[in-house]
């Protein structure tokens, strides 16, 4: 089942970078194109291609959360900045430079090293709501504090603060619906009369919008890191806190703590890759 996890999470990361592209094909063909008016690009066959993608990926990642442990889905997850690199460069005719190809192998195998070292695994497939007031409360307090020093910092540092609160919000959203697809067992028809899946509806659309603001703050280069490795990180404690899952620490907290440095690393140089960025859509 573990493996079924992983491929359905590298399918939906998949998935959500050919969206991206997709719609970044539509946006600098629209651009190029004055008659086509303000929201043209929604008419185009590549924009809705990547709606449809973006559904799929949704199921996809749902599948991943039924099937493995958060700990695991969340970290893999992150190879959408691998996909977005490599489709980008594809369909913009872009070739990536030395720099960006070291960091997608970078966060490859910082990536790979984590997993294979941390080797979460086991978890419930439902949880007390005793320990979700337990792990909102702080959740919550801290993202309120965070959007209290966000709004008086600007640039790169206001970016990465705001990206801290977005990833905060995608963690929770995983995990609520990882407790929705648990309660399937009682009956498809039983999950909306519980409160996960509408929290978990409310929590995706506060952090999809946090992450519009995230992204108008700054540059993605400082925004990407704090998304990435906020979203990973939480959802290792959430799936530890939350679902029992069990990860292997001792002699390796180091070298675990290593690898997301590299990850980290690579992160910051990816984002800064005008084929992740977007950039090259423009000059398209």
Not at 17 to 38: E, N
Not at 141 to 159: D, Q, T
Request: glycine fraction near 12%.
């Amino acid at each position: 089942m573990i493996i079924l996890s992983v491929v359905m999470a590298l399918l939906a990361a998949l998935g959500n970078a050919a969206a991206s592209v997709l719609q970044r094909h539509a946006a600098a063909a629209d651009l190029a194109d004055t008659a086509g008016g303000r929201f043209g690009f929604v008419r185009r066959p590549a924009w809705r291609w990547g709606a449809g993608l973006l559904a799929l990926s949704g199921a996809a990642q749902a599948l991943a959360l039924a099937t493995g442990p958060l700990a695991v889905v969340q970290p893999v997850m992150t190879t959408e900045l691998l996909f977005t690199l490599v489709l980008a460069a594809v369909v913009f005719r872009w070739p990536p430079g030395g720099r960006t190809w070291a960091a997608f192998l970078g966060m490859a195998l910082g990536l790979a090293a984590f997993l294979l070292l941390a080797g979460p695994t086991g978890g419930t497939e439902t949880v007390p709501p005793k320990r979700w007031l337990i792990s909102a409360v702080p959740a919550l307090a801290v993202s309120i504090l965070l959007v209290v020093v966000g709004r008086r910092l600007r640039g790169a540092a206001r970016a990465a603060v705001l990206g801290s609160v977005a990833a905060i919000g995608f963690a929770f959203t995983a995990a609520l619906i990882k407790d929705t697809l648990g309660l399937v067992s009682g009956g498809a028809g039983d999950v909306f009369t519980r409160w996960q899946i509408y929290t978990a509806a409310g929590v995706g659309l506060g952090s999809f919008l946090m992450l519009q603001a995230t992204l108008r703050a700054g540059s993605l280069a400082a925004s990407q890191p704090a998304l990435t490795l906020g979203d990973s990180l939480l959802s290792v404690i959430l799936g530890i806190s939350l679902f029992e899952e069990r990860v292997d620490l001792g002699w390796r907290a180091l070298p675990e703590a290593a690898s997301l440095g590299l990850v980290a690393f690579a992160c910051v140089q990816l984002s800064r890759s005008p084929l992740v960025s977007g950039e090259e859509a423009q000059r398209w």
